[in-house]
């Protein structure tokens, strides 16, 4: 029994060698002997044990069990078969030990077959409880099985809970944050119209005290008596209105700040935690009681009604697992098997490990994946759509430096006045047109001043009809009025390169960065009068686009930025967090912009690749908000080196070629 408890623990040690603690590598059913590595090359070396039976010790608890009905013999006699029992000592003993060592004037004998039949009924009791406890722990087994499955499921749905919600959160804490800043920016708007009002009414204040003080002195000093007294009164008056030329002082100081309160918002946050729903539940286990202290089972306090648990077992463990004997345990590792006869389930009803389960959810998981990528993908799923052709209409513009003339056009923008804005690129100004093609105004000359530019690139008109201009050579942003008067300016210092410009429906100025120089790439959003609001990073768009029309937005402030590298937009939410993909490979060729029409419909510019290597658009792709596509449109005739488009009056198509400097006015889409 201490052979198959040591083989059941893994801790089996040399019971050949003098060595301390030497493991067991291998047993002799012959000798019979445990082996450590040493022993067994010397017992495999030696022509007398050549005919001996050596068994690994991982293959013992595959043997039958007819070692247990082989003939057992005796150590200190060696050949001599275990034959008593010697009550005293509780050793196997054979009819020579009665005379050296177990003398029966002192010791006690029986035969071993009348003991073990005394014992016997405690071995079978303990066998019946064991395979009670077996099925029990069987039972156990499954539905721990079952719970660590369905923890695991759970585990993932708040997972989810906790991305999404935290998602949630970052969208309504970023929501508040543009709030804050807009109400930052409506206060220190009107605080500033006061002071700018105030600064006037001061300005004027001293001219007219420096007037009244240098008349006053001159009356004074050269006067005659007749000229004071007739003056006198107009003096007087002047000096009772001196106290009106000094503007109130109410509102005038600068004291904005923040209401916030650190404490209060951690507390709220700890407040978010996990909650164990469950108690955990207790494993059926073998009683405390029934291990006596040594090696002896006791059963004698078994809550069974059954009396053949009666039985006491002192001695059993000690006669039939004395070290001097050697009753092979080689088979008692099989109890720790399921016994199929003690009522325990097979087949189907069989018990995984946690760490099986563990694989097996594993495995289901990845089954699951498995079928979502056996689905149709987008490319494969999308019915055929044939294009059809929208006609040119009209064609504007020649090189020069003259009215409707460009160098170099960059971008073009379409006011909600149905008036056209163009950026003559190399002829540093605006050009507007009508909706025909026919010149309107310039503005702008070359220059870092206010109203001048150094190449004008991207352009942009917010909700309010003003145009917003990005001055490539002064890094900056211009604000314009529909008629081309400048309104305001601000600096990108927090951008590397700008890579194009839109206007979303809440006035916020969104200009793609390019990234490097350790800036991120991704949008940044800027308040109508300049301020960087927040910037959005865009890990999964490997490389940002060099055309001029990359970004977009529609009436819910999604966000769609080009990914040309994946021939697919990017969706985002006004917040910042990625939504979806528009678009794929089988529909997209070159992507070289994205437009949002007035029903928020999305229009990708696609492009082709001419005998040049030159990309140029040539084809409109048209998706419903969802990413379901609409159809295409052929742009007419084709390979025009058209590099950028938008839309006049969200219905017609305006495109620009720089390299030829003309425009092309397209029918109705």
């Known amino acids: 029994m201490q052979e198959a408890e040591a083989i059941m623990s893994g801790n089996i040690h040399c019971t050949n060698c003098e060595t301390a603690g030497a493991i067991a590598a291998a047993r002799c059913n012959d000798c019979p002997e445990f082996l450590c590595a040493h022993c067994l090359s010397t017992h495999n070396f030696m022509k007398v044990f050549k005919s001996h039976k050596v068994v690994p010790v991982s293959e013992l608890s595959q043997q039958d069990l007819t070692a247990f009905s082989q003939p057992l013999s005796c150590q200190t006699h060696n050949g001599e078969p275990l034959e008593l029992f010697c009550n005293t000592c509780e050793v196997l003993i054979c009819k020579r030990c009665t005379k050296d060592g177990h003398q029966g004037n ?233 016994d199929t006869d003690s009522g325990a389930s097979s087949g189907e009803d069989n018990v995984d490990s946690p760490a099986q389960v563990a694989r097996g959810t594993r495995v289901y998981y990845d089954k699951v994946q498995k079928e979502k990528d056996k689905r149709p993908s987008a490319k494969s799923a999308e019915k055929p759509v044939f294009p059809h052709k929208v006609e040119a209409l009209h064609k504007f513009g020649s090189p020069g430096s003259g009215a409707g003339q460009f160098l170099f056009p960059h971008s073009i923008a379409a006011g909600h006045n149905g008036l056209l804005y163009i950026s003559d690129g190399q002829n540093h100004r605006i050009q507007v047109f009508d909706r025909k093609g026919k010149p309107q105004f ?93 910037k959005v990073s865009c890990p999964n768009i490997p490389k940002m686009t060099v055309y001029a029309n990359p970004v977009a937005t529609n009436s819910k402030n999604e966000i769609f930025i080009c990914d040309h590298v994946s021939h697919c937009l990017r969706v985002y939410n006004e917040h910042g967090r990625y939504m979806r993909q528009v678009g794929n490979e089988a529909t997209i060729d070159v992507l070289m912009g994205v437009l ?51 839309l006049l009056e969200g219905r017609y198509p305006v495109g620009i070629s720089n390299s030829k400097n003309w425009c092309l006015l397209y029918g109705r889409i």
Not at 495 to 508: I, K, N, S, V
């Open 106 to 338: 002192t010791h006690e004998h029986s035969a071993i077959k009348e003991v073990w039949t005394g014992k016997l009924p405690a071995v079978k009791t303990a066998l019946k409880v064991g395979k009670e406890h077996q099925d029990k722990m069987h039972v156990r087994a499954k539905s721990l099985n079952g719970e660590l499955k369905l923890l695991e499921q759970k585990e993932e749905d708040v997972r989810e809970k906790v991305t999404d919600s935290f998602s949630k959160l970052k969208e309504l804490v970023e929501k508040r944050e543009d709030e804050v800043l807009e109400e930052l920016e409506r206060m220190a708007r009107e605080r500033k119209s006061a002071m700018f009002q105030a600064h006037t009414e001061v300005m004027q204040g001293m001219k007219k005290l420096e007037g009244f003080c240098q008349f006053t002195d001159t009356l004074v000093s050269q006067a005659s008596p007749a000229y004071g007294l007739t003056h006198y009164n107009l003096v007087a008056h002047q000096y009772q209105n001196l106290a009106a030329t000094i503007p109130p002082s109410n509102h005038m100081q600068a004291d904005l700040k923040l209401n916030w309160n650190q404490e209060e918002i951690t507390a709220a946050l700890a407040k978010i935690t996990i909650v164990d729903a469950h108690k955990p539940t207790e494993m059926p286990t073998v009683p405390q009681h029934w291990w006596n202290g040594s090696n002896n089972l006791d059963v004698t306090n078994s809550t069974s009604k059954d009396d053949d648990r009666r039985h006491s077992w002192s001695g059993v463990v000690k006669a039939g697992l004395a070290p001097n004997t050697q009753a092979s345990p080689t088979t008692l590792n099989n109890l720790s098997n399921h």
């Open 442 to 534: 310039t503005f702008g000359k070359k220059g870092k001043g206010r109203g001048m530019f150094i190449q004008p690139t991207y352009l942009a008109v917010s909700p309010d009809d003003h145009l917003f201009v990005r001055d490539k050579g002064s890094k900056r942003v211009q604000e314009f009025s529909n008629k081309g008067q400048f309104i305001n300016q601000f600096f990108m210092d927090n951008l590397h390169e700008a890579r194009g410009m839109t206007c979303d429906r809440r006035g916020r100025i969104l200009i793609v960065d390019k990234g490097d120089n350790g800036y991120h790439q991704g949008v940044a959003f800027y308040s109508p009068s300049g301020a960087l609001l927040k």
């Open 596 to 646: 949002v029409d007035p029903d928020d419909n999305i229009i990708v510019l696609n492009g082709i690749t001419t005998v040049t290597g030159h990309n140029c658009i040539d084809e409109l792709v048209r998706y419903r908000v969802d990413g379901a596509l609409l159809d295409k449109i052929t742009l007419s005739p084709s390979k025009q080196s058209i590099n950028t488009l938008n």
